[in-house]
């Protein structure tokens, strides 16, 4: 079964520190993976897909086969980073986008 | 501001009520995705539609449904509404019938039953 896996709930870091929010997933083929970001009071929104292997605002992510894994990562938090955030899973012959149950971001001053 | 338009933005109702969330995806999207983002379950995938047909259907209850019409518009319908479906309700566009694409949400339906 398609299944994304966001272990942790809340995440709390100062500035500065480097910041990595785990993503798992699930799916017996070749899926496409993203992060979402839901800032406070806005929509969610596209931070990055794992194919145009970007950065945006800083954050990076990696997909690992192997460890069937997309976690996001920045080397150096900043204080608006802080949001709410969603791994996803699809594929192109899929009619839906699976998301995570999400991890917030707090970064402390 | 991503193109997509929900409304209600909010809505009180009182239990075995019945309502009706509306979307309106971007101009030249296709496909209308519904989901439910509650506290403890994250955003559960409802329902997609494209072109006016339902394409994939996720955990949703026999008691919501959907329809997608001819200009693209997206409403679903949640009746003998119970404590447990207060949430956030989201649809999203994007212009294919296929996943792999960006998503665009709207600004969500906030639904509480008392």
């Known amino acids: 079964a398609q299944r994304v896996t966001q272990p942790e709930k809340l995440l709390s870091v100062f500035k500065g520190a480097p910041v990595e929010l785990k993503c798992n997933y699930s799916y017996s083929g070749s899926p496409e993976l993203f992060w979402y970001v839901q800032y406070s009071r806005q929509r969610l929104q596209l931070l990055l897909r794992?194919?145009s292997r970007e950065s945006i605002k800083g954050f990076t992510a990696d997909l690992n086969k192997g460890e069937t894994s997309f976690h996001l990562k920045k080397p150096f938090a900043q204080e608006e980073d802080s949001a709410m955030y969603y791994c996803?899973?699809?594929?192109?012959?899929?009619?839906?986008?699976?998301f995570g149950t999400g991890t917030r971001l707090q970064v402390f001053p | 501001d991503s193109g997509v338009t929900q409304t209600p933005k909010h809505l009180i109702t009182a239990t075995g009520q019945r309502v009706t969330l509306r979307c309106s995806p971007r101009s030249g999207d296709l496909s209308v995705y519904w989901y439910q983002q509650s506290l403890d379950q994250g955003l559960q995938f409802l329902i997609h539609y494209y072109n006016g047909e339902e394409r994939a259907k996720g955990n949703i209850l026999e008691r919501f449904s959907a329809q997608q019409f001819p200009d693209l518009h997206s409403e679903l319908n949640l009746s003998s509404l119970e404590l447990g479906d207060s949430a956030l309700y989201f649809c999203?566009?994007?212009?294919?019938?296929?996943?792999?694409?960006?998503?665009?949400f709207g600004q969500g339906t906030r639904l509480t039953v008392v």
């Open positions: 794992h194919i």
């Open positions: 996803a899973l699809s594929h192109r012959s899929a009619d839906k986008l699976i």
């Open positions: 999203a566009s994007s212009p294919q019938d296929r996943g792999g694409t960006e998503a665009f």
